[in-house]
């Protein structure tokens, strides 16, 4: 402390004064002021302490700048990458019916736990699993803050200090830190694993069975395929040989498709639907409500009133219980699913059933626009394009669709997504061979306007300074 330039340093009180402080002692009061000047000075004076030059600092700029609000980083953005269940970017977009109740629902009072008739205490999933049972053609239904925590529910209130017997095909990792195997454990169930990785017949299941055994799991892997010499055990099958045991047969789907894609003409789907799982007789399904379905961030179990009721009772159920936000956008998203409206009015579906030709012509649009707003900045095409479902649901399935190729004729592309990605809407598509491919299958008319404005500026900024 005997260095003269730290004397130099101005005290508290002296930076304090500062005129252009005013305005932030106005707004957050004193002792935030002063507590962002200490520590302003506190690392002028590190810096001092490095040998770096630091008696120039601007300390009323630094203490300026650490009090700025944070921009928000949940601020909207433009899905041009192609996947349309985009996990960084949020996974299911809602439809304008959920938004509008989740709207409601968490700007407004709503009779969450009201008996209407009666006044008294009521159930928040009295509608929700009502809708449920009518779509799933199930005895009853629970919803939960996500999938992951509907399994540990159901495993840790049917299985605990017991027997879990599952396929070794389906001992599936979603996602990086989510493991089934972990998951298990974690809810103190035994691993009991049967058959072999590419074969699992239901005479595995049969040996493996005992008076140990709490229930059967069958895990649809999602996110990917075992190919060529496989073979599986239906759920048919399955759920015969526990209903034989007195054994319940949980069927965790992943995603929920609660319409039939292959009939719709979606190549390379494949996805149960959790209706055709519990009328073969699975106990339980459990599965996402952000995923295929479309709605908000959920899990929901479906099946046998007697395992509900028990996995509803357990406290564990009031740990995972979904809140008031997703049960008001899950309530609407499942009433267009029973009004026959979900095919158009769900983004996730309406995007997956895009027809090619639409996407083509946006993607002309887009460029014909770019085009003639920045003939210097990049050289712009119209590509065929594979866009994916994503969210670990039907990996076969390569939509073909199209893409805005932009290629900037100074700066790489990855600059140029790179501005893309930093401003507001952020633009996210993807890098290839030289070009940003911007996919246009989840990109919303309504998006156009400001996809153009992005465009041409990220353009624009390359050409200026390349
Ligand atoms: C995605 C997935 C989960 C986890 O669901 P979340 O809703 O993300 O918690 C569990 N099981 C399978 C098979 C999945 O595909």
């Not at 009295?126 to 540990?152: D, H, I, M, P, Y």
Request: proline share 5%; glycine share 10%.
């Amino acid at each position: 402390m005997a260095d003269p330039a730290f004397r130099q340093l101005p005290s508290v009180d002296r930076v304090l004064r500062d005129p252009r402080l005013a305005g932030l002692l106005a707004r957050y009061g004193r002792s935030r002021v002063v507590a962002a000047i200490r520590q302003a000075l506190n690392r002028a004076r590190e810096r001092l302490a490095a040998g770096e030059f630091g008696l120039a600092e601007d300390l009323a700029g630094a203490v300026t700048a650490a009090l700025a609000p944070e921009p928000l980083r949940l601020s909207p953005a433009i899905n041009a990458s192609g996947v349309i269940l985009n996990t960084g970017l949020g996974r299911a977009v809602l439809s304008e019916s959920a938004c509008r109740a989740l709207f409601d629902a968490a700007g407004r009072h709503v009779p969450l736990e009201v008996d209407l008739g009666t006044g008294e205490r009521g159930d928040r999933q009295l509608t929700v699993r009502s809708l449920l049972c009518r779509l799933c053609g199930s005895e009853s239904a629970l919803v939960v803050n996500n999938n992951a925590a509907a399994l540990f529910l159901a495993l840790t209130a049917l299985a605990s200090g017991r027997e879990v017997v599952i396929s070794r095909g389906e001992l599936v990792e979603i996602g990086g830190s989510f493991r089934l195997p972990d998951i298990l454990s974690q809810a103190g169930a035994r691993l009991v694993e049967v058959g072999a990785t590419n074969r699992t017949r239901l005479s595995d299941y049969e040996r493996a069975l005992s008076a140990e055994t709490a229930l059967i799991l069958a895990v649809h892997p999602s996110n990917y395929r075992i190919v060529g010499y496989t073979a599986s055990v239906e759920i048919e099958a399955l759920a015969a040989l526990g209903r034989q045991a007195g054994v319940p047969v949980i069927y965790d789907l992943g995603s929920g498709a609660l319409v039939d894609f292959a009939a719709l003409g979606v190549p390379g789907a494949s996805e149960p639907q959790p209706g055709g799982a519990i009328a073969s007789g699975a106990s339980l399904v459990a599965f996402s409500g952000d995923k295929l379905l479309g709605g908000p961030q959920a899990g929901i179990l479906a099946g046998d009133a007697a395992c509900i009721e028990r996995l509803a009772r357990h406290p564990v159920a009031r740990v995972v219980r979904a809140d008031k936000l997703a049960l008001a956008a899950l309530e609407a998203t499942l009433q267009l699913y029973l009004e026959g409206r979900a095919e158009t009015e769900v983004p996730t579906l309406a995007a997956i059933l895009r027809p090619a030709a639409a996407i083509k012509a946006q993607a002309e649009r887009v460029a014909a626009a770019l085009r003639s707003s920045v003939p210097e900045g990049a050289s712009v095409r119209v590509v065929t394009s594979v866009s994916q479902v994503g969210g670990g649901s039907f990996p076969d399935a390569g939509l073909p669709s199209w893409a805005v190729a932009v290629r900037p004729l100074s700066g790489s592309a990855a600059r140029l997504a790179g501005r893309l990605r930093s401003g507001r809407p952020a633009v996210f598509g993807r890098v290839a061979k030289g070009d940003v491919l911007l996919d246009m299958r989840c990109v919303a008319d309504a998006e156009e306007a400001e996809l153009m404005e992005r465009l041409v500026a990220a353009c624009g900024e390359e050409t200026s300074d390349g």
